[in-house]
């Protein structure tokens, strides 16, 4: 074969092989993902979670009424009017079978004293009290001691 037809085969080739492309992606074709076959917009077909593990330890609370610190990521865990991932697991009804904290009672009373059969308007959104604890050198000094009678 004349050497001089390389380029022009290898031009061919490359246009076959760049239409079979278009083609295969044309049509949909067999595009594995790892969503598998649950549609974008079935996310109420999302797999179950089945384990949860704490990623470590709540540390213990600096004094009675601190609301304790948040012992594990919350980082894509949503919360606005339709939804609130965390009581996902806290909430009493969960918090067994997931075997998270349940919210404390204090999170059904409204701001008039009065217990509600629900989470709290003023208890929605936890991660106005509750944030991440991180085992990080205090950035002021603090002196702070509780008092002995209450002391955990
Ligand atoms: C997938 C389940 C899950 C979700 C969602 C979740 N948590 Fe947790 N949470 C846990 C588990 C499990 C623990 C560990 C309890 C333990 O180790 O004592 C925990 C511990 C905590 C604690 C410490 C409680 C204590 O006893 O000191 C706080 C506070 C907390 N979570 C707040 C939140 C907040 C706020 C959100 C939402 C932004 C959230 N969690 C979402 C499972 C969850
Ligand atoms: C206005 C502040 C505030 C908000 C909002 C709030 N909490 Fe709390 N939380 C507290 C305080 C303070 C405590 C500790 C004293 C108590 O039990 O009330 C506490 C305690 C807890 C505890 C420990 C309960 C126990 O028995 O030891 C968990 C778990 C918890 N909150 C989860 C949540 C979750 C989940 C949300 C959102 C649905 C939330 N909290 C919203 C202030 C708040």
Same mark, same amino acid.
């Given at each position: 074969?004349?050497? &001089?037809?390389?380029?022009?085969?290898? @031009? %061919? *080739?490359?246009? %076959?092989?760049?239409?079979?492309? =278009? %083609?295969?992606t044309a049509q949909g074709?067999?595009?594995r993902t790892?969503? =598998?076959?649950? !549609?974008?917009d079935g996310?109420?077909?999302a797999? $179950?979670?089945?384990?949860w593990? !704490?990623d470590?330890?709540?540390?213990?609370?600096?004094?009675?009424?601190? !609301? !304790?610190?948040?012992?594990h990521?919350?980082e894509?865990?949503?919360?606005d009017? &339709?939804?609130?991932k *965390?009581?996902? *697991?806290?909430?009493? =009804?969960k918090?067994k $079978?997931? #075997? @998270?904290?349940?919210?404390s009672?204090?999170?059904?009373r409204n701001r008039?004293g009065?217990?509600?059969?629900?989470?709290?308007?003023q #208890?929605?959104f *936890?991660?106005?009290?509750?944030?991440?604890q991180?085992?990080?050198?205090?950035?002021v $000094?603090n002196?702070?001691?509780p008092?002995? @009678? %209450?002391?955990?």
């Amino acid at each position: 074969m004349n050497k &001089r037809m390389w380029p022009s085969i290898r @031009a %061919v *080739c490359l246009v %076959v092989f760049l239409a079979w492309i =278009g %083609v295969s992606t044309a049509q949909g074709g067999e595009v594995r993902t790892l969503r =598998g076959s649950v !549609p974008l917009d079935g996310a109420d077909n999302a797999p $179950e979670l089945t384990k949860w593990m !704490p990623d470590s330890h709540p540390l213990p609370r600096a004094y009675l009424q601190q !609301p !304790p610190l948040v012992p594990h990521q919350i980082e894509s865990y949503k919360i606005d009017l &339709r939804q609130n991932k *965390c009581l996902t *697991c806290h909430s009493w =009804g969960k918090a067994k $079978e997931t #075997r @998270a904290t349940k919210i404390s009672l204090t999170h059904f009373r409204n701001r008039f004293g009065s217990e509600m059969s629900d989470i709290s308007p003023q #208890r929605y959104f *936890c991660t106005q009290c509750h944030v991440p604890q991180k085992d990080a050198p205090p950035l002021v $000094e603090n002196t702070f001691q509780p008092v002995d @009678a %209450v002391v955990q």
